[in-house]
């Protein structure tokens, strides 16, 4: 990433209505955050753009709707509610929230239609053609899955059979764009990291089991989505709908965000939809004429060794966390637990420990002993003009290594509570000729205190802010209460 870029757009997929937000949901949406505040101290507010959103087309949605006795638009309704709420309690400072039901992304989505439907690919055919869909489809995949993907003729991720679907449908001619995307992925005009997933689209694009796929689906099949324009047996297909939604909340193709913004800086998304963020997506940018995005994936991970689902009731609400933790512990305890782009089970038994460990132990203890100590034993002044911003921690936010910048930020307040124990102040103070040694450790361990406040901006603003207002007060003075409360 580029330092001096005067702009940065970050997005994360948009969620399916037909479940709540859970924790999988919430890791996605705080990298992004994070990533966002970040940037916005680097390059200004103004200069960064956060969207998220949510995905309400489609079979799936229709048939959890149904299930609900409700209608589709009054469903998604609700339940984009609660992934807003949730968002909320976690403090995500999105820029704007797209719903693909709103009516300024239908519009431009026909509109992208109708522009892929006169165009032409780099082998002169039509991008857009008419034809009939042999297929299994897997319902609760949202889509065509092939015989080789099956485990006992069933979907492995559903355990379900998949409907044997024979259908008009019109395809996106994907063959005559799979060596440019190779291409682009090879030269780094599309990035896709880490590298392992690279290599992963790579490889499935040498494999040549890419098959065009459809666009639109029958409405007799999917009767809830966009009308496909030039014809009205058609529903567009969720997925074309759904990637859309990255342009389409910029205003694509002539709004001043779509001019400023676009190609995205940071498309976070798990593997679970690399195939249509690395290979479908790319194309669809190409067939447009647009430049391509950076993708960045991070680990599918599980919930004590499962996969997360509501069948399987094993789902962590976020709000459940912030209830017990705040917003911005769960934030750090959820990314303090692995690495970006690493697969892992989320151990939410630990979490207690981690926060008595590093939040009361660590950062409110050193919080509390350094202003009390200059509370009493310089009388609550140090002189704050001295004080450096100089964060910790940058270079790992910017390579994405949010794990990795929290633990350098833990370092230092290691450091300097180690520091304390070993100086014992409290012993210092008590021989007058000590007074010059005083003073220049808690100066020093203001500072440092300074810096760790600026270095967590991005992952809890609001107790840094705390932090800060503290020691740039006229006179430094212990908190009132503990920055962080033990638990009980
Ligand atoms: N609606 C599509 C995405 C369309 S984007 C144009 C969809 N929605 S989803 O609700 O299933 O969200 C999938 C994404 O949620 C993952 O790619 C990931 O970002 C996040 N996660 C959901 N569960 C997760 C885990 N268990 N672990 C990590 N991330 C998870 O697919």
Redesign the pocket.
């Known amino acids: 990433m580029v330092d001096k870029q005067k702009k940065f757009y970050i997005t994360?997929?948009?969620?399916?209505v037909n479940?709540k937000p859970?924790?999988?949901?919430a890791?996605?949406t705080i990298v992004a955050d994070v990533l966002a505040r970040f940037y916005r101290s680097q390059i200004g507010e103004d200069n960064v753009y956060f969207l998220t959103g949510t995905?309400e087309h489609g079979a799936k949605v229709a048939e959890a709707a149904k299930k609900q006795g409700l209608e589709p638009q009054t469903f998604t309704d609700q339940v984009s509610e609660t992934f807003k709420d949730a968002w909320k309690n976690l403090d995500i400072s999105y820029n704007y929230f797209i719903r693909t039901t709103e009516e300024k992304h239908k519009e431009i989505v026909v509109d992208i239609l109708d522009k892929l439907k006169d165009a032409k690919t780099p082998l002169g055919n039509a991008v857009i053609y008419e034809g009939d869909y042999h297929g299994l489809y897997c319902v609760g995949c949202e889509k065509f899955i092939l015989e080789s993907e099956l485990v006992n003729g069933k979907c492995p991720d559903h355990n379900k059979e998949p409907e044997k679907l024979v259908e008009k449908n019109w395809f996106f001619k994907l063959a005559d764009y799979l060596l440019r995307v190779k291409q682009a992925i090879e030269s780094g005009e599309l990035v896709i990291y880490p590298e392992t997933r690279k290599n992963e689209v790579l490889g499935l694009i040498n494999k040549q089991d890419l098959p065009d796929f459809s666009i639109s689906r029958s409405k007799k099949s999917v009767p809830w989505g966009i009308d496909l324009p030039w014809d009205d047996s058609q529903k567009t297909y969720v997925?074309v709908d759904?990637?859309s939604?990255?342009i389409t909340a910029l205003g694509y193709p002539d709004g001043k965000d779509f001019k400023k913004f676009w190609p995205a800086d940071a498309q976070?998304?798990?593997?679970?939809?690399l195939k249509?963020?690395a290979v479908y997506w790319p194309a669809i940018l190409m067939a447009l004429d647009l430049p391509l995005p950076k993708l960045y994936i991070?680990?599918?991970?599980?919930?004590d060794g499962k996969?997360?689902s509501k069948t399987l009731g094993n789902v962590i609400s976020p709000n459940e966390l912030v209830e017990k933790y705040g917003s911005e512990v769960s934030k750090y305890l959820i990314l303090s637990q692995f690495s970006f782009g690493s697969e892992s089970d989320i151990r939410v038994e630990e979490f207690p420990n981690k926060y008595n460990a590093d939040l009361v132990n660590g950062l409110g203890n050193l919080v509390n002993r350094v202003t009390n100590m200059v509370e009493q034993y310089l009388d609550g002044e140090i002189d704050h003009k001295n004080f450096k911003d100089n964060r910790v921690g940058s270079e790992e936010i910017k390579n994405l290594r949010f794990r990795e910048a929290l633990l350098t930020i833990w370092q230092l307040i290691q450091k300097d509570n180690v520091m304390i124990d070993e100086n014992k102040p409290w012993l210092l103070v008590k021989d007058e000729a000590n007074k010059d040694q005083v003073k220049k450790l808690l100066e020093e361990l203001s500072s440092d205190l300074y810096i760790i406040a600026n270095s967590l901006m991005p992952f809890m603003p609001h107790k840094a802010q705390e932090i800060i207002n503290i020691l740039t007060a006229k006179k430094i003075k212990k908190p009132e209460s503990p920055l962080f409360a033990r638990l009980k």
């Open positions: 994360t997929p948009i969620y399916y479940d859970h924790i999988g949901h890791y996605t995905d997925w759904a990637l939604n990255y976070f998304l798990a593997l679970d939809i249509f963020h991070h680990g599918f991970f599980t919930l996969k997360m």
